[in-house]
């Protein structure tokens, strides 16, 4: 073969490829039912759809399909037959109701429902066992069928903004789960089975009803972040203390009236909330959490600092804003990377401005009652 030949196979096969490319991605429905083999990706987001026609099962060899932002109310048993769809798009619509051949999509990955009107969830959901990511957001679920504890390969979950009131104990079952977000429903208490996550890197739980959390929640060795802000807890587990990966831990607008000296078990952590609750003191042994780096103390009944507070070396923001200090400890001046610090609303350190400025000549400190 001389190279004019060679050239014109080496372009042949470029603008064939990219043919191929093309032709595999559809935009309109028709389109695609026009060439139903080739299609393997379909956008018909933002279309105002109002019903999906049955023959959308003719197209066999679809891997993607894109619905979001219509107005759809339900599908077609016929989506059943999209055996090589990885990923389905349905947030935004106005479905009601799903059918329960969506558990035939033996390939789907990943499943997006969130922004719809589904109350309930079929139970064969539980057979999805390739699904790797299930977004389930503002919906009207109140719960979630057991069967979700089948989806083994499961590893981020998303269910906010429900109305959730409990879990179903088969939630442990999602041995492979790293994220999994819970907030603002109506939770007032996890089930035991939540120890059971034992890959799980991220969990998020604000704006629920939580008064207390299983001691079980210790069991989360892999946890790096947990948010629990704005819910009711009075105390915290000592079994916290086995969390040994923490990074986060968010505990804003809770009732906390003490914190579990375990806690200085926590090394890896470097942002720790703990504003809006009834803390009246913090325990020296905050000293040991050396790799902490954001300290939110604002907005409790604190009177005194521990003088530990100097061994935390990479603090940079320290928020002491709305207590009740009448002093800080001396060794607050040996945090080198203190970069902010807030003390406005503590009426008896107004007189002490400039001591305090003197400990640390390089942060820049507010005290003034509106923070920035």
């Known amino acids: 073969m001389n190279y004019n030949q060679t050239k014109r196979l080496i372009l042949c096969v ?4 990219f043919y191929k490319l093309d032709a595999e991605d559809f935009h309109t429905l028709n389109e695609a039912l026009q060439n139903p083999t080739q299609v393997r990706v379909l956008y018909l987001n933002a279309k105002k759809l109002t019903t999906l026609p049955e023959e959308i099962g003719k197209l066999q060899n679809l891997k993607e399909l894109n619905l979001w932002e219509n107005k759809l109310t339900t599908l077609p048993q016929e989506i059943g037959n999209l055996q090589h769809l990885q990923k389905l798009d349905l947030g935004f619509n106005k479905i009601t109701v799903l059918p329960k051949e969506i558990g035939q999509l033996q ?6 429902l969130s922004f719809n009107q589904l109350a309930t969830l079929p139970k064969e959901i539980g ?17 979630l069928p057991e069967e979700i504890g089948k989806l083994q390969n499961l590893q981020e979950m998303e269910s906010s903004k429900n109305q959730l009131t409990t879990l179903p104990k088969e939630i442990g079952n999602l041995q492979n789960l790293q994220e999994l977000y819970l907030n603002e429903n109506q939770l007032t ?13 991220k969990l998020v739980l604000n704006r629920n009803q939580l008064t207390t959390l299983p001691i079980e929640i210790g069991n989360l060795q892999n946890l790096q972040g947990l948010n629990l802000d ?11 203390r086995k969390l040994q990966n923490l990074q986060g831990l968010h505990l804003g607008n809770n009732k906390l009236t003490a914190l579990p000296i375990e806690i200085e078990n926590l090394q890896k952590l470097k942002w720790l909330g703990l504003n809006k609750n009834q803390l009246t003191t913090i325990p020296k042994e905050i ?21 530990e507070i100097e061994n935390l070396q990479k603090l940079e923001t320290l928020d002491l804003y709305n207590n009740q200090l009448t002093t800080l400890p001396k060794e607050i001046g040996n945090l080198q990377n203190l970069q902010r610090l807030y003390l406005g609303g503590n009426p008896s350190l107004m007189n002490q401005k400039e001591k305090i400025q003197k400990l640390l000549p390089n942060v820049r400190i507010t005290f003034d009652l509106e923070k920035e």
């Open 107 to 112: 390939s789907l990955q990943e499943l997006n």
């Open 14 to 17: 470029f603008f064939c490829f």
């Open 230 to 240: 704005k819910n009711q807890l009075t105390t915290l587990p000592k079994e916290i």
């Open 287 to 307: 000293g040991n959490l050396q790799n902490l780096k954001e300290l939110n103390l604002s907005s409790n009944q604190l009177t005194t600092i521990p003088k």
């Open 189 to 201: 208490a996890l089930p035991i089975e939540i120890g059971n996550l034992q890959n799980l890197q």
């Open 127 to 143: 057979n999805l066992q390739h699904l790797k990511r299930l977004f389930l957001g503002l919906n009207q679920f109140t719960a």
